[in-house]
């Protein structure tokens, strides 16, 4: 972990983060740890705090409506009374460094003394019992949280977000994983919106997901044109080799 560390940009007494709710999540199946963290980011209004800074640093920024974006950025804010840290994942941990990221997480909860984290990522939908089943959830150690929702049991999770649950529990941490089922291969916004919702209920406050669902109608679409375009370009080419079929 000797590499990676957290650089300021606020003032970082740990003070102010104590009994903290932490939440992050990384752009796993459906995006959905990421679309969550940036949401409630943006919503919630919070401020950047920090950045972690590691060996292998994605050699990529851009500058938008909070400045310049950093792959790992730390922000802070207080909600209904409530302290909360977000960890936004804008990129995801380099591959041989990802076991000593989940580490430095888990201790950075640990030095700031957070009361819960909240850990959020995507589930197979082929394990749903019931249509309207949306989500499953994975307790962490000795949690006050309770789901109304089924846990999730003897079902393999993967991934940054399987080596932070670990780091998590072995760190004397508590905390809540919390799984929508979500589309595995495209942006799924609607499953993050799930989690949105799960997340606002625990903060005791309504979290806006309008814009989500607006983002997942616009993905709608143009899945749509591009099954389309698959259909006209699969027609033209059968079209053709029936034609070919009678020279």
């Keep these: 972990m000797g590499s990676i560390k957290i650089i300021p940009l606020k003032s970082l007494d740990k003070s ?12 796993g199946f459906g995006m959905v740890g990421y679309l969550t963290t940036r949401h409630l980011v943006r919503e919630l209004k919070l401020e950047k705090v920090g950045l972690i800074r590691t060996k292998h640093m994605p050699e990529v920024t851009l500058y938008g409506d909070n400045g310049l974006l950093y792959p790992f950025e730390l922000y802070a804010g207080e909600v209904s009374g409530r302290k909360v840290l977000v960890l936004l994942n804008n990129a995801v941990p380099h591959i041989h460094e990802r076991t000593d990221y989940a580490e430095f997480i888990a201790s950075l909860m640990k030095a700031f003394k957070v ?10 939908p082929s394990l749903k019992e019931t249509e309207d089943e949306k989500y499953r959830w994975i307790p962490i150690g000795n949690t006050k949280i309770s789901l109304n929702a089924p ?17 998590t529990e072995a760190y ?3 905390g809540a994983v919390i799984l929508a089922y979500t589309d595995l291969y495209k942006p799924d916004p609607r499953a993050s919106a799930v989690a949105v919702e799960i997340i606002g209920e625990l903060l005791n406050i309504k979290i806006d997901t309008s814009s989500l669902l607006e983002e997942a109608k616009i993905i709608d679409a143009i899945e749509m044109e591009r099954e389309k375009i698959e259909k006209a370009m699969e027609s033209e080419l059968a079209e053709k080799k029936s034609r070919l ?3």
């Design 16 to 27: 102010l983060f104590e009994n903290a709710l932490f939440i992050t999540g990384y752009q």
């Design 115 to 124: 009361e819960e984290a909240l850990l959020v990522g995507g589930l197979d």
């Design 151 to 167: 846990v999730l049991k003897n079902r393999h999770v993967i991934g940054p977000l399987a080596l932070t649950m670990m780091f």
């Design 172 to 174: 004397g941490l508590s």
């Design 245 to 247: 079929s009678y020279i």
